[in-house]
């Protein structure tokens, strides 16, 4: 008799949890959370393209509990992040309103004449607006590339934990590679 199938939820009578961090179930995820996984292949079996379904529902894998460490490590290192985003998109709200206000006036008045009248005013309008944007445009970059530099080791270490329960899993790095369709 074979061992219960506990950690892949897409194949033949999978016993395992219903709630946690799940592997691979959906194209450009490697790990995310779920409160229902067999939604998910409920979904997959019904929905995705017949080619696809097989390979889908077999690289899919139960990783832990919701507070599964490494989901949690992934989790503080964005809430970090996101507050300093968030932080620089309040300052580039604030700069950019009140040259905003300053042509919306302009921009009112003709909208319910004359459409083409706008043309050259939004052109001036996105004049004035791009060295504002293009300096937040390049700090919040450089928050991305620190923030992702800081995730890269964690999602090393997701992959690995994904390639113990299966190793012929075709991730590339941004997305879970689908059969090709046979003509």
């Known amino acids: 008799m074979s061992e219960p199938n506990t950690k892949y939820p897409g194949r033949h009578n999978y016993t395992g949890p219903e709630e946690g961090i799940f592997g691979l179930l959906r194209h450009g995820a490697l790990a995310e959370p779920s409160e229902n996984v067999m939604e998910r292949v409920d ?72 459409d083409a009248e706008l043309a050259p005013i939004n052109a001036k309008l996105d004049a004035e607006l791009a060295p504002i944007d293009a300096k937040w445009d390049a700090e919040r970059a450089a928050i991305y590339a620190k923030r992702d530099a800081e995730l890269a080791a964690i999602y090393a270490k997701i992959l690995t934990a994904i390639a113990s329960l299966v190793p012929d899993h075709t991730w590339n790095g941004t997305e879970l590679v689908m059969p090709k369709e046979q003509a």
């Open 43 to 114: 979904y997959v079996r019904r929905e995705k393209p017949v080619h696809k379904r097989a390979h889908r529902l077999h690289c899919m894998c139960y990783l832990g509990p919701l507070d599964w460490p490494l989901y949690e490590e992934r989790a503080a290192i964005y809430a970090k992040w996101d507050a300093e985003l968030a932080a620089i998109y309040a300052k580039w709200a604030a700069e950019r309103a009140p040259i905003n206000a300053k042509w919306d006036a302009e921009r009112a008045a003709i909208y319910a004449k004359w």
